[in-house]
């Protein structure tokens, strides 16, 4: 669901199977990482970034925190149905190690969409310094 900066959250409709959902992934859900194989039925979207102030650990993978608000986090935006998002909520154990919720993501094309997104309730690992994972790894690797 495309919106106005203004608007509210939508309503979720993860019970039909054939509603189109949109999921915010920001590690190794990815293009280019172990897990991308989760999103093989799901459609790309955009580049992305949310729209409020997170914080991204990691370990052997990442983890999203509410806090500290350090910066935006950037990703990668799918549009998938509910068996997809199913699937990819038994890969994050949703809810009791991830916490899926609706939060508003903006797309590089500076359009606002409320998509999905896992959140840790406690992170664990290194803070990473910028809130892109995929270069935030490459910088503390040395490459």
């Not at 969409?113 to 664990?124: K, L, N, R, S």
Request: glycine share 4%; aromatic share 12%.
């Amino acid at each position: 669901m495309i919106e106005s900066r203004a608007s509210a959250a939508p309503a979720p409709d993860s019970a039909t199977p054939s509603a189109e959902q949109y999921l915010f992934v920001y590690g190794t859900l990815k293009a280019g990482f172990a897990n991308h194989h989760y999103l093989a039925q799901a459609r790309y979207i955009a580049p992305a970034c949310t729209e409020h102030e997170f914080a991204l650990y990691t370990l052997d993978y990442p983890f999203l925190a509410k806090s500290p608000a350090l910066y935006r986090v950037q990703g990668e935006l799918y549009a998938l149905d509910a068996a997809t998002l199913a699937h990819v909520d038994q890969l994050e154990e949703h809810p009791s190690d991830y916490c899926r919720e609706l939060s508003p993501i903006i797309t590089a094309a500076g359009e606002r969409i409320w998509a999905w997104v896992y959140f840790h309730p406690a992170p664990q690992g290194r803070l990473l310094p910028r809130g892109d994972y995929q270069a935030d790894l490459a910088t503390l690797s040395g490459r």
